[in-house]
């Protein structure tokens, strides 16, 4: 299992704290964050342990976009 961060902000360009999640691989952890997500027209971002951007869901769109 990989340790992936996930955080739910405003906009893109906004900074919060992240919660850590254990994922077999990328696509289990955007569903996972996606079931996470607590409120609509946010914006979900899933970043490494290194706190690298890996992949986003923006406020407009259902879709996730990977960096």
Known sequence: MNT???SETDHFN???DSEEIKANNLSAA????SRMQCFHGTTLKIMD???NLLAY?????PRWIEV
């Open 14 to 16: 906004s900074i919060r």
């Open 57 to 61: 869901k923006d406020e407009d769109g």
């Open 4 to 6: 992936y961060k996930v």
């Open 49 to 51: 342990e290194a706190e």
């Open 30 to 33: 955007k569903r996972k964050a």
